[in-house]
């Protein structure tokens, strides 16, 4: 049986009465793999405790609570359905619930990865194309999965921003203050 067969099949049998079509996560990916785009980011950890409901033109039209039921419309955002989730489900809800959090707590730790890796660069004279390197990448990686390695032109930028910042800092100190 092919796979469009199987999506179709998933489909008829989800129907409900009032023409509505309810998809899990995992069938809402099967019918996607059809298109040739690509996601653009990691969908919010607020989707496991959430059902997308669709109409019958296959229109995602409601979002749907999996614990208590409450309906919000598609329109809403993963903030909205996270806020819901902590005033209402709070023991049921997971640390990484959701992902603008869970960057906001790394930022900070991926702006030190940052800086250190800055650091290297420049005091072990490191040409600026190593970070277009696959084994770097790779390391890098392996070593810190969530750290995403920049790009030689914004390795440079930083490079030259924290070389413009220490220069004026040392001709601020180096100027005779007259009275």
């Not at 290297?120 to 277009?132: A, C, G, R, S």
């Not at 084994?135 to 969530?146: A, D, T, V």
């Amino acid at each position: 049986m092919s796979s469009s067969s199987n999506l179709e099949n998933i489909n008829s049998e989800t129907e409900s009465k009032d023409d509505t079509i309810e998809r899990t996560n995992e069938e809402t990916l099967l019918a996607s793999l059809g298109t040739k785009k690509k996601p653009t980011r990691t969908p919010s950890s607020a989707w496991q405790h959430f059902k997308k409901i669709f109409d019958s033109n296959n229109n995602h039209f409601q979002t749907e609570c999996n614990y208590c039921r409450q309906i919000y419309s598609a329109k809403c955002s993963t903030t909205t359905l996270n806020d819901h989730l902590k005033s209402k489900h709070s023991d049921i809800q997971s640390e990484s619930i959701g992902s603008i959090e869970k960057a906001k707590s790394q930022d900070g730790e991926n702006l030190n990865h940052l800086d250190r890796l800055i650091n290297w660069v420049i005091l072990e004279y490191q040409p600026f194309k190593m970070v277009d390197s696959n084994s770097f990448r790779e390391l890098i990686n392996g070593l810190n999965p969530g750290f995403k390695v920049p790009s030689r032109q914004t390795l440079r930028g930083k490079i030259d921003n924290k070389y413009s910042y220490y220069k004026n800092k040392i001709i601020k100190m180096f100027q005779v203050k007259t009275l």
